[in-house]
């Protein structure tokens, strides 16, 4: 092996009648070893780490671009376009989630598809991973408006990621309204049981629900509520409705003024809703605000917790939050207990279908 290895070629001009000279016939043996199954070998390596890691190179997202081109689109996919995609009759239905909370997002959004209003839906994601995940099963029903904030974690209510969380909120809200749309707002810890459209009567500007849990009457007024002891209204931010006019325009303005004047600190954690209710109280004489009925879009802390009121309002009930709890595992055990949490057996009626969990 080793004497055919170091085995001097002899050159033999006659040999061969277009050979010009030994040079050219050096090169052309070298040609000829490049072909060789070693060269080959070390050839076809070359190109698997070049295709393999050349279009890594500055790309954070790397594997979703090598496995699935198509998706890297979702990047560049903005709020106009994707509230113009997803909008019907001028009407956009929205909600923000991150990748913690798609288990809540596909129970909410089976309850809506059971009410015919899952296709002017509109995710607005808070993490790239939340963004492809549903556009990959529903194209065109996520965008994320960069850039996004630290949301791989389920944030608990009252912690700063909370808020950074809870804070973008008016900002969306009030571009959609400057491009021209309605929009509903929910909490993904809600759950549809009647279309609450019909319950959007008039032409008011800002529709919102009460989160006092004390029973009013079936006939309440649908004024804000006075305040109470800390000089605002307990009006919740969980669901709302507002159309594109110029108060309720000016009611999401109001509301991003406050939440910067009163940013989250250790000493006061705080939330988006003390802001929203400030804003409320502050252009109540200048805008239209309608008190949605009790009855129809009550607080987690009356309908979870006073069984006698549930009887007697049986068959009022349109939208129930969630809420007067904390905890991701407590949420979706009270939902199992009372019936709400549909995933487990109803997956396949949301457009994301069943989700891998974990």
Same mark, same amino acid.
């Given at each position: ?13 006659l ?9 050219? $016939?050096?090169?052309s043996? /070298?040609?000829? $070893? ?9 050839l ?43 909008a ?11 990748q913690?909370?798609?288990? #809540? ?11 015919k209003?899952?296709? *002017? ?20 029903h996520a ?14 209510? !009252? ?9 973008? /909120? ?7 309204l +400057? ?32 989160d ?7 006939n ?10 800390? !000089?605002?209204?307990y ?26 004047? %009163? ?18 109280? %502050? ?16 607080? !987690?802390?009356?309908? #979870? ?23 991701? +595992?407590? *949420?979706?055990? /009270? ?13 396949? +009626?949301s ?5 891998? +969990?974990?």
């Amino acid at each position: 092996m080793s004497a055919l290895l170091h085995q001097r070629t002899i050159h033999n001009p006659l040999s061969d009648p277009y050979s010009k000279s030994p040079r050219s $016939s050096s090169n052309s043996q /070298r040609s000829f $070893s490049v072909f060789s199954p070693v060269s080959l070998l070390v050839l076809l390596s070359l190109l698997v780490v070049l295709g393999v890691f050349l279009p890594w190179a500055g790309m954070p997202e790397g594997l979703f671009s090598l496995t699935k081109p198509s998706i890297t689109k979702w990047r560049d996919y903005t709020l106009a376009q994707a509230v113009s995609f997803v909008a019907k009759n001028g009407t956009v239905i929205v909600c923000a989630v991150s990748q913690p909370y798609l288990p #809540f997002l596909n129970n909410w959004l089976i309850s809506i598809s059971r009410q015919k209003h899952q296709d *002017k839906v509109l995710v607005i994601a808070e993490d790239y991973a939340t963004l492809y995940t549903i556009n990959e099963r529903w194209p065109g029903h996520a965008v994320l408006v960069p850039p996004a904030p630290d949301a791989q974690t389920a944030h608990k209510f !009252g912690s700063q990621g909370f808020f950074n969380f809870t804070s973008r /909120r008016p900002r969306h809200l009030l571009h959609i309204l +400057e491009l021209g749309y309605n929009v509903m707002y929910n909490d993904v810890d809600m759950i549809w049981l009647a279309d609450p459209f019909p319950y959007l009567k008039g032409n008011h500007d800002v529709y919102f629900t009460d989160d006092m849990a004390q029973v009013k009457p079936l006939n309440h007024s649908h004024d804000l509520p006075p305040p109470g002891k800390k !000089g605002r209204t307990y009006i919740c931010s969980c669901m709302i409705f507002l159309r594109p006019t110029n108060g309720a325009k000016l009611v999401m303005k109001k509301w991003i003024d406050e939440l910067q004047a %009163k940013p989250w600190s250790k000493a006061k954690k705080a939330n988006d809703q003390p802001g929203f209710n400030w804003a409320l109280n %502050k252009t109540a004489g200048e805008v239209d605000l309608y008190l949605l009925p009790q009855a129809a879009f009550p607080t !987690g802390g009356l309908y #979870f917790k006073n069984q006698t009121w549930v009887q007697e309002t049986k068959g009022r009930h349109v939208i129930i939050h969630n809420n007067y709890i904390t905890g991701f +595992e407590k *949420k979706i055990k /009270r939902f199992k207990d009372y019936g709400l949490w549909l995933v487990d057996d109803h997956a396949l +009626e949301s457009p994301l279908g069943k989700l891998q +969990e974990g």
